[in-house]
């Protein structure tokens, strides 16, 4: 099996980083200044204000991870006879075993797509994340199966382009190990 590598995107990487900056501003203009948000809606500085808060935090680490990356010389995504090993967000797994994926999905998320990858020991990898990240990746597998989704933002393809190549991957290594 060829080794495919798919690149970062810098121009997407750029996007999202401008994307990023936006929201850590508007998250800081919520703690600074809850008054100017206060509607029928949202009547609380208090809840403005933790809006803030964790868009701060949220959208700052994201700024600071996407910042890194525009310098980062890994590949977004490496895929081999091996599996699949996906540097392209903050869930890197390191390698997903060919001979542990079960199958391929698509889940649409708020318009983006998203690739999940199903695998017979969901837990083992799981237990890869620490503290926080495990957390939220624990409500993945309890929604979807699965703690393993891929998206193609910040890469130099796009998430149809991405399936297509990871079940073609796929279906070659069952169509070998059988």
């Not at 509607?39 to 500085?45: A, E, F, G, Q, V």
């Not at 540097?87 to 797509?113: C, E, M, P, R």
Request: proline share 3%; charged share 20%; aromatic share 14%.
């Amino acid at each position: 099996m060829q080794e495919i590598i798919i690149k970062f995107s810098k121009k997407k990487l750029i996007i999202l980083l401008f994307l990023s900056f936006i929201f850590t501003y508007c998250s800081i203009n919520f703690i600074s200044n809850p008054e100017k948000f206060v509607t029928i809606m949202y009547p609380n500085k208090n809840l403005i204000r933790f809006t803030g808060y964790l868009g701060v935090c949220s959208f700052g680490i994201s700024s600071i991870s996407i910042f890194l990356k525009l310098f980062n010389k890994k590949p977004g995504l490496v895929i081999n006879s091996d599996g699949i090993i996906f540097h392209a967000s903050a869930n890197t797994l390191g390698l997903i075993k060919w001979k542990d994926v079960t199958d391929i999905k698509t889940y649409k998320f708020y318009n983006q797509n998203y690739i999940l990858i199903m695998v017979k020991n969901p837990k083992e990898y799981l237990n890869k994340f620490k503290h926080v990240k495990k957390f939220l990746y624990k409500r993945n597998l309890n929604n979807n199966g699965t703690p393993i989704f891929l998206s193609s933002a910040g890469l130099q393809c796009n998430s149809k382009e991405m399936e297509k190549l990871l079940k073609e991957e796929f279906n070659r290594y069952q169509s070998i190990s059988k």
